[in-house]
T-cell receptor, first 108, second 117 residues
Framework: RKEVEQDPGPFNVPEGATVAFNCTYS??????FFWYRQDCRKEPKLLMSVYSSGNEDGRFTAQLNRASQYISLLIRDSKLSDSATYLC?????????FGAGTRLTVKP | EAQVTQNPRYLITVTGKKLTVTCSQN?????MSWYRQDPGLGLRQIYY???????DKGDVPEGYKVSRKEKRNFPLILESPSPNQTSLYFCASSTRIPRGLSNQPQHFGDGTRLSIL
């Protein structure tokens, strides 16, 4: 079983839609959580950190449920430019574990 | 500009011919690591380094070597490349995590696409 599991998708949504991605992790000792965005053939880039209290950055909202070992990302009012693969990342000390990513395509 | 620079970006080579992928960062980061990314598997860590002359194996170290003689550089060495090392490779760096804290993300290089024939 992978340490970080994500639905690979693809998610194909129209512009303006709200889309949610989920991620589960198996190591309860994980300390930090992130969502990264990766465009095709490019490097991963940090989208946002994820906190237990939940956090929002514009159209993006991230949630963490430590008891269920579950992380989510909500994107509201999807834009064409949101098309990418979204990587769930959990970290323990310097040890980072990546999910395989969820692919999102936003269509006109 | 803060950067992690990898070279080459693309390389096609043959089995058994030694190659080195360089990685350099200009952020004075202590921590550097190498990942490979394969379809359906996500990023898997090959080796990492906590500081100069300190390196350790990640999840998939077989067939790779690294060195950390200077803080800014962390080259990845394939002594005898094989076709199963065909992959997309990323170097990353971050500040070293003090005990008890773990919220520093990593900065990634642009990636190196290796094809071993």
């Amino acid at each position: 079983r992978k340490e970080v599991e994500q639905d690979p998708g693809p998610f194909n949504v129209p512009e303006g839609a709200t889309v949610a991605f989920n991620c589960t992790y198996s190591n309860s000792a994980s300390q930090s959580f992130f969502w990264y965005r990766q465009d095709c053939r490019k490097e991963p880039k940090l989208l946002m950190s994820v906190y237990s209290s939940g956090n929002e950055d514009g159209r993006f909202t991230a949630q963490l449920n430590r008891a269920s070992q579950y992380i989510s990302l909500l994107i509201r009012d999807s834009k064409l430019s949101d098309s990418a693969t979204y990587l769930c990342v959990v970290k323990r000390g310097n040890d980072m574990r990546f999910g395989a990513g969820t692919r999102l395509t936003v269509k006109p | 500009e803060a950067q992690v620079t990898q070279n080459p970006r693309y390389l096609i080579t043959v089995t058994g011919k030694k190659l080195t992928v360089t990685c350099s960062q200009n952020m004075n980061h202590e921590y550097m690591s190498w990942y490979r990314q394969d379809p359906g598997l996500g990023l898997r860590q090959i080796y990492y380094s906590m500081n100069v002359e300190v390196t350790d194996k990640g999840d998939v170290p077989e067939g790779y070597k690294v060195s950390r003689k200077e803080k800014r550089n962390f080259p990845l060495i394939l002594e005898s490349p094989s076709p199963n090392q065909t992959s997309l490779y990323f170097c990353a760096s971050s500040t070293r995590i003090p005990r008890g804290l773990s919220n520093q993300p990593q900065h990634f290089g642009d990636g190196t696409r290796l094809s071993i024939l």
